[in-house]
């Protein structure tokens, strides 16, 4: 028996970046450590290598990761883990993957593939021949690859038709002391994301331009840390430029309970990525009871009914995205109405204990043929129970 090794229980290891990091793929990973306490599964953090210097080279990543992998075996020898859950997304995170994946089953340990990248479609298509090969192989061999959603299934699905997928919404608290509001003089909108070009930046400053010039009385309050779209000085600038200054301001990162503070502060909450997994952020602001501004991308529309929680419009058109603010800006009964529908849809679908539930189920129908030789083939009656029969490692 290994020394400190709690035998009564299952041990998954939980491979993602820490929960210093800032992100959507963190606060999942960190969710997914927290469900510690379960009477079957001991759960074990391991985070895996990061760089937090934009101009790191391959070959120090490749050295710091080589360290990394040495580390991964010996914790899964240690802890005797039955099963690595990896957390991933596109680009040089996922080849880290298949090298800790690979380093897992070297281990006799099972490996589970949970796929973030909001761009991990387009990663696969602008990929080599031999890369789609290695992508296809990947997802073949985990013992169960999550998907964020049934569309993300369905894309992984295409890549990888004899993958085992299993779909697991993201989830959020819900606070207990919101409630819709009815509005006020000034509409506040507020954006939570990293300031990246591909969250559609430069495309909310134009809408807010648009709609300064059209004499509406809002607010957007951005949020985030800094990223490809601009920094606080550069964005400043922008802002300036296209003099929206008193309506418009980014505040930096936020602490959790500051961005609380800031929902609660919100009357709508408005997101025009480019491309997008499914977003922590609206799920959020949902359990905020705030309406939703955003992008027809990714699983946005598997979660918000436009009309219904809120309103969807192309990506890249700051017009359309203007005219979907205004809709809000002038009916607070229609703010209302969105936000009385999208704090019930977050209450009814995106809490913890259904993801809690998910997330266990999962661990058990991965680890159930490591301990006994069968597995739940109930696929058709829970979302998380893997399509096809788990085989032996």
């Not at 894309?155 to 989830?171: C, D, F, Q």
């Not at 990246?196 to 004499?215: M, P, Q, T, V, Y």
């Not at 009914?305 to 890249?316: A, M, Q, Y």
Request: with cysteine; aromatic share 6%.
């Amino acid at each position: 028996m290994t020394q400190g090794v709690d035998t009564r229980r299952t041990t998954v290891l939980v491979v993602g970046p820490p929960p210093t990091m800032m992100g959507g793929l963190a606060r999942v990973v960190e969710q997914v450590v927290a469900l510690q306490g379960d009477e079957q599964f001991r759960i074990v953090s391991f985070d895996t290598t990061f760089s937090s210097d934009d101009g790191d080279g391959l070959l120090s990543k490749i050295t710091r990761h080589y360290h990394h992998i040495r580390l991964l075996r010996k914790t899964i020898r240690r802890h005797r883990a039955a099963a690595i859950h990896i957390h991933t997304c596109s680009g040089f995170s996922f080849y880290r993957s298949a090298v800790d994946m690979y380093a897992a089953r070297r281990e006799d340990c099972r490996t589970i593939l949970h796929i973030h990248g909001a761009a991990f479609d387009e990663f696969y298509d602008r990929a080599g021949v031999l890369t789609r090969r290695i992508i296809r192989s990947l997802l073949n061999r985990a013992d169960c690859v999550v998907a964020l959603s049934k569309s993300w299934k369905a894309r992984l699905s295409a890549m990888s038709p004899g993958a085992t997928i299993a779909v697991i919404e993201n989830a959020t608290d819900i606070p207990v002391d919101v409630s819709p509001k009815r509005g006020g003089e000034i509409c506040q909108f507020s954006l939570l994301a990293r300031m990246d070009e591909w969250k559609g930046i430069d495309d909310l400053l134009c809408a807010c331009s648009i709609l300064r010039r059209n004499g509406l009385a809002f607010r957007v309050v951005m949020a985030g840390p800094p990223g490809t779209a601009g920094d606080k000085a550069s964005l400043e600038t922008k802002i300036r430029q296209l003099d929206i200054a008193g309506v418009v301001a980014y505040v930096g990162p936020l602490e959790s309970g500051d961005k609380a503070e800031l929902l609660r502060e919100s009357d709508a909450y408005v997101q025009p990525s480019h491309h997008e997994g499914m977003p922590l952020a609206i799920l959020e602001a949902m359990a905020h009871a705030l309406p939703i501004v955003a992008t027809r991308v990714g699983a946005v529309p598997e979660v918000v009914t436009d009309g219904g929680e809120g309103l969807l419009v192309s990506p890249r058109k700051p017009a359309c995205l203007a005219d979907a603010m205004r809709r809000l800006i002038v009916d607070g009964k229609l703010r209302y109405r969105m936000a009385t529908a999208a704090r019930a849809l977050a209450a009814n679908r995106f809490g913890m204990d259904r993801f809690r539930r998910e997330i266990l189920t999962l661990y058990n129908d991965v680890c159930a043929p490591a301990r006994s030789g069968t597995i739940n083939r109930n696929a058709d009656k829970a979302s998380t129970s893997c399509e096809n029969p788990l085989t032996t490692v």
